[in-house]
């Protein structure tokens, strides 16, 4: 009686083991699918505007903002460095043809030049113009590339640490109140980097994303997608 009691001991452990080690097996392959099928994924992400998305010129080849994306879906960007609301028009005519028919999730970085450039103290009329410009520029962005507002994210504006850009943080946050107004309007998405870029080893070149900060921007997208 003893040794049958061991053997259905040993019995037992053997099938819990079994039955663990299939959960861990089920458990990787539902993980690795939502890594890997691209069901789960954007088809194609499309980056537009300005160094925020075009960042590769301050960091390191391969650990840009789009370089970073690409290891999670197929990015094409037209976004370039010290680009203004008013470039945008021509970013779209560079978008590849693949990206519009095929309704690319779309992220949208703009603003942030026209306010260090031409808003240098807070001004709410200038703040208004600019935003108006803004919101046309959006809105032309949908239309042209057809796209479902759940598809487009708007990327806010972060405070970059350095002391000589502290004149504009509230410039900033009323931009990023307006920018939320105008997303819940419409039902587009909102890129927090005024939250998620808090630390200076998130910036390099004083304003730029650097390696560390173009990561948190990934990680945060991919849980926008």
Same mark, same amino acid.
Do not use: W
């Given at each position: 009686l003893y040794f049958l009691y061991i053997l259905m001991v040993i019995q037992f452990l053997l099938l819990f083991s079994i039955l663990i080690l299939l959960f861990i097996i089920l458990s990787n392959m539902f993980r690795i699918e939502g890594l890997t099928n691209p069901q789960l994924r954007p088809q194609t992400v499309l980056l537009i505007g300005d160094?925020?998305?075009? *960042?590769?010129?301050? $960091?390191? +080849?391969g650990y840009s903002v789009s370089d970073q994306l690409r290891q999670y879906t197929k990015v094409d960007? $037209? =976004?370039?460095? #010290? =680009? +203004?609301v008013q470039d945008i028009s /021509? /970013?779209?005519? =560079?978008?590849?043809?693949?990206s519009s028919s095929s309704a690319p999730t779309v992220v949208i970085s703009i603003g942030g030049n026209n306010i260090l450039e031409e808003i240098p103290y807070y001004n709410e009329e200038d703040i208004d113009t600019l935003f108006d410009e803004y919101k046309n520029t959006i809105i032309h962005i949908k239309n042209t590339l057809k796209i479902p507002p759940e598809q487009i994210i708007l990327c806010n504006i972060y405070y970059p640490p350095s002391y000589m850009y502290r004149k504009y943080d509230k410039t900033i946050t009323t931009w990023n109140k307006r920018l939320d107004q105008f997303a819940? @309007?419409? &039902?587009? @998405?909102?890129? *927090?980097? =005024?939250?998620?870029? *808090?630390?200076?080893?998130?910036? !390099?070149?004083?304003?730029?994303?650097?390696?560390? #900060?173009? #990561? &948190?921007? $990934?990680? !945060?997208l991919k849980g926008l997608f």
């Open positions: 160094s925020m998305l075009k *960042n590769d010129t301050y $960091v390191d +080849k960007i $037209v =976004a370039r460095d #010290g =680009a +203004k /021509q /970013q779209l005519l =560079a978008c590849h043809p693949s819940s @309007k419409h &039902k587009f @998405k909102i890129l *927090n980097v =005024a939250t998620t870029m *808090n630390a200076e080893e998130d910036f !390099t070149h004083e304003i730029e994303p650097s390696r560390i #900060g173009g #990561g &948190k921007i $990934v990680e !945060t």
